[in-house]
């Protein structure tokens, strides 16, 4: 960051910072629904020890918690559940501020979250935050790149950030990045400032993020362009949302947002990154070769294939917003007929949700044979529930997301079943329930793009194109609701796109009023 004017500190004293925040992706073409439970809150001082690098910057900021909640992918939050969180988020903050002066808020979000009624939730909580702190409290949002940021957001935030990487791997140093913006704005802002300026520019695309990766072009090189924007004199920060392609909203599109002090820099600064996205739209691909599921396991069946050969299950992938709840997966696997002798070539499906399955596979014990049905609870669209006998291989309890885990061998397929959904992306989510995925021939997982760790362990791995509420051809879903022209919806503009930056300064309305 570099400043073309003097700096002047802002708050003589160290500034105290609140913390509050709901992630959540969230899917509206999935039957499930999301509850308060599910969002794990933390409070107090439960926040601040949530994230190390607050510890470290305590010498420049004091940090109070107020209430962050982090959900698991999945359906639309029932109203009553957010009214509870939302309600307890104010309270708590109200409790801050009247023992001690606030001077700046840190908004933990990720941005697509979807509440009953609401079509822009975490514009709708930070008004309500906002009517506690009051209007000259500093705000700096810390985003997932597949958040959306509508005008209405870009106008109650005053920093606004988001991931650069996918999968993020960043997330962390976003959220510091956040937070350092902010304190640095507290303490350091131009002599004369009052607070940065904004350029805000939709963009009319609409892509799942398997087709964005920052692995691969052209999103790596339009990724590679943001710190350069953000190194120009007299911006503070740059960033592109890719949007969430899930949710059949108004507001889901790709967005670049850059603030700072100068405004025909920032304004330069979005209207680059945005001309920069529009004009490599044509070019995205899958971040790996696809097919239908039948290909996909061809293809890992096929002689001379390496293996651990990886297939993503993608159509009800949990990370993504799918109810994880689906068993059409399973269910073609199990149909195999390569798979159904134990001697036949090792399979690991990750996963399908049966708390009856996993209780009666708990009595019976590891080594005991049942007969179980699982899934299909709340998603039965494409198939109905499962029913197995095989042998109980493990069983593990206590996991934050899944509690219970089992796994029930079928064949020489190994079936995770959990007491509830879980995402698989870690090694030892596997070798923690006696599975060897590195030995394995195919592993099928419900999940996208493959996270780190499970690319790591991959020979080989191909996207299968499955159904379910996070179908990754977004045509096949029938959004309604999403503005028009839209790409890939709409291949042919009447007109090019105004991608002119939106500015939105924070000295000319009251920071609660509509922008």
């Not at 405004?263 to 691909?285: I, P």
């Not at 996963?351 to 007969?371: D, F, K, L, M, N």
């Amino acid at each position: 960051m570099s400043e073309t004017v003097s700096a002047a500190p802002a708050v003589a004293r160290r500034p105290v910072v609140a913390i509050a925040g709901l992630a959540i992706e969230t899917s509206t073409f999935t039957p499930t629904r999301t509850h308060a439970p599910a969002f794990h809150p933390d409070r107090g001082d439960e926040v601040v020890a949530r994230y190390p690098f607050l510890s470290a910057m305590s010498d420049t900021a004091d940090f109070r918690g107020a209430l962050i909640g982090h959900a698991l992918p999945g359906g639309i939050v029932d109203r009553a559940s957010y009214e509870e969180l939302a309600t307890e988020i104010v309270t708590r903050l109200r409790a801050i501020v009247d023992t001690e002066h606030v001077d700046g808020l840190w908004y933990d979000i990720h941005g697509a979250m979807v509440v009953e009624g609401l079509d822009d939730a975490e514009t709708d909580l930070l008004g309500r935050i906002r009517a506690v702190i009051g209007p000259d409290v500093v705000v700096s949002a810390s985003m997932d790149l597949h958040g959306n940021v509508t005008r209405e957001l870009a106008h109650q935030v005053d920093l606004v950030t988001c991931y650069r990487m996918a999968p993020h791997e960043d997330a962390m140093e976003t959220k510091e990045r956040a937070v350092r913006n902010l304190v640095d704005v507290l303490t350091t802002r131009p002599a004369g400032a009052q607070r940065p300026v904004k350029a805000w520019i939709p963009i009319p695309v609409l892509l799942p993020g398997e087709q964005t990766s920052t692995r691969l072009e052209p999103a790596a090189s339009l990724y590679a362009q943001v710190p350069l924007v953000e190194q120009t004199d007299g911006v503070l920060d740059a960033a592109i949302w890719v949007g969430y392609a899930w949710a059949d909203q108004p507001r889901d599109q790709a967005v670049t947002v850059v603030t700072g002090w100068d405004e025909a820099a920032v304004a330069a600064g979005a209207e680059r990154l945005a001309r920069a996205f529009w004009d490599v739209r044509e070019d995205f691909v899958f971040v790996a070769p696809t097919g239908t599921f039948e290909e996909c396991l061809d293809a890992a069946l096929a002689p001379g294939a390496a293996h651990p050969y990886f297939v993503s299950d993608s159509g009800d992938n949990p990370t993504a917003g799918g109810s994880g709840d689906m068993t059409w997966g399973l269910t073609q696997v199990l149909a195999r007929p390569e798979f159904r002798d134990p001697s036949g070539p090792t399979v690991v499906y990750a996963s399908v949700p049966g708390p009856a399955a996993v209780a009666a596979a708990v009595e019976a014990g590891v080594g005991a044979t049942v007969t179980v049905t699982a899934g299909a609870s709340v998603d039965h669209v494409h198939a109905g529930p499962i029913t197995m006998t095989g042998r109980v291989h493990a069983i593990k309890h206590g996991d934050r997301d899944a509690e219970t885990e089992v796994v029930l061998q079928v064949g020489s397929v190994f079936a995770i079943l959990t007491k509830l959904r879980k995402p698989y992306h870690h090694e030892h989510d596997f070798t923690d329930l006696d599975l060897a995925p590195r030995q394995a021939d195919v592993v099928v997982v419900k999940i996208g793009y493959l996270e780190p760790e499970l690319f790591d362990m991959a020979a080989d791995w191909m996207l299968a194109l499955t159904p379910g509420g996070v179908d990754q051809d977004l045509l096949r879903l029938g959004h309604h609701r999403i503005a028009r022209p839209m790409f890939p919806y709409d291949r042919v503009f009447p007109e090019a796109p105004d991608l002119t930056a939106r500015i939105i300064p924070a000295s000319d309305q009251p920071l609660g009023a509509s922008a």
